[in-house]
């Protein structure tokens, strides 16, 4: 129970804060790295030392995390630029002794800690909380989105004109991308709790639809193009998930599991989002989605050319914003923060070289759901967080949603959450 409190006081706070660097995020990193390396191997030394089939797995996947922690340590330690106090500009050292580098090390450091934290969140999820108390860690998570839904409905301005927050966040793209991540899985969590409900009892199952037909709202009032789509098309694939499940059993519970939620998503989207769809769709066909789509073509071409100049090692984790500048297309103006490509930019900054790594680690972490894959093809959480891990990469492709580490350390609880439940149905099997 004390990793569950500790992982939802984590990820409420980290949405509030709206997922931004702040200049305290850095000890805020710390202090969660370390509290959360101390209480996962407190909950995990008892059941490595009683049994030795999970000890080989858990090896080979802290090498692969040791070893991708460690290529974006050496980046850091091997600064090949420095950024000077009374400028802007990168300066270039007289020489760099060894490789992988990193254009602003300070930059490249706070990307370790984002990507430790995460790692160490994850972990957490994965082997310190039980299969008992994951109903109790995703209803805290349900009961936040329904709060920061509101917020940001009712904290969204009426004038339709500039980049307007939503809620605690200031990105509308990064706020869709949240709430598309909890939208499937709290629908999930729903269904699950309407199966095991007593036919003639009341139950939260309903409210807790309620809650992601709010988050659709939300989403669709944000003004953000790609996330509203992305949500709706989330929305369509855990309903096919639904109504297959309800053809098998052709149980009447599980039809109204399929057309309650459908019925309350849109009957809020059409109270709440007509007027900012209106506008999304209008914007579809006029000048702005030609501004869009330039702006993200000419990023793209520009972080190709990093990525052309740097291919083996890049130009340092967190460091896009810095040396963006110099590849920078002349027609594209203004200052870019991201590439408005998560993968594009995980390349550009971190080289084929770490992607590899990166690759590796997140595989054999996530190995007990590949091992348990088909015991987990009828369980509703792994479909909920399949459907929303999908929607993040499509979403990824055409923003930023993971550079903030809100929505990188939800998605690592979850996938944790996910592979208990392999764990211990493999344990179950066996």
């Known amino acids: ?18 997922g931004g660097r702040q200049p305290w995020a850095n000890v805020v990193l710390v202090v969660v790295i370390s509290a959360g390396v101390a209480l996962a191997w407190r909950r995990r030394a008892g059941a490595l030392a009683a049994s030795s089939r999970h000890v080989r797995p858990l090896r080979v996947a802290l090498l692969a995390l040791a070893a991708f922690l460690c ?8 600064p090949s630029h420095t950024l000077p106090a009374s400028g802007d500009h990168l300066q270039a050292l007289p020489h760099v002794a060894w490789l992988p580098h990193s254009v602003n090390a300070a930059d490249t450091w706070t990307s370790w800690l984002t990507y430790a934290a995460t790692a160490v969140v994850f972990w957490l999820a994965a082997h310190g909380v039980s299969s008992r108390h994951q109903t109790r860690l995703l209803l805290i998570l349900a009961a936040n989105a329904f709060l920061l839904s509101l917020t940001a409905m009712l904290l969204r301005p009426v004038v339709d004109s500039g980049r307007l927050p939503m809620g605690p966040f200031a990105n509308e793209n990064n706020y869709a991308a949240y709430a598309n991540v909890l939208t499937p899985v709290v629908l999930a969590c729903g269904a699950e709790i309407h199966a095991r409900a007593e036919p003639r009892q009341g ?3 309903y409210l807790i639809y309620f809650i992601a037909a709010c988050l659709l709202a939300s989403v669709a009032m944000s003004h953000s193009r ?17 109504a297959r499940r309800a053809m098998v059993t052709r149980a009447t519970r599980a039809a109204r599991a399929v057309l309650v939620p459908a019925s309350l998503a849109l009957l809020l989207v059409l109270l709440l989002g007509t007027r900012a769809l209106s506008g999304q769709i209008r914007s579809l066909a006029g000048e702005q989605r030609r501004i869009a789509v330039d702006t993200r073509l ?16 890049g130009v340092g984790a967190g460091t896009f914003a810095r040396a963006f500048p110099y590849y920078q297309p002349e027609r594209l103006s203004g ?33 007990p759901i590949w ?14 967080v399949t459907i929303a891990v999908a929607g993040l990469a499509l979403h990824a492709v055409l923003d930023f949603p993971l550079q903030g580490p809100v929505i990188g350390s939800l998605v690592a609880v979850l996938v944790g959450l996910v592979c208990r439940r392999a764990e211990d149905a493999a344990s179950v099997a066996a």
Do not use: S
């Open 335 to 367: 200052y870019f923060r991201y590439a408005h490509n998560d993968w594009l930019q995980a390349l550009a900054e971190l080289g084929v070289v770490g992607c590899g790594l990166l690759a590796l680690a997140l595989a054999t972490l996530t190995a």
């Open 1 to 18: 129970m004390t990793a569950v409190v500790f992982i939802a006081c984590l990820l409420v706070a980290a949405a509030w804060t709206g």
């Open 371 to 384: 091992r348990g894959w088909e015991r987990l093809r009828h369980d509703r959480l792994a479909g909920g």
């Open 203 to 205: 139950h939260p199952a």
């Open 298 to 313: 000419l990023a793209w071409q520009g972080t190709c050319q990093m990525v052309r100049a740097h291919p083996a090692f």
């Open 71 to 78: 290529y974006v340590a050496v980046q850091a330690l091997n």
């Open 226 to 242: 790609a996330g509203f789509v992305i949500g709706v098309l989330q929305m369509m694939a855990w309903l096919a998930l639904e």
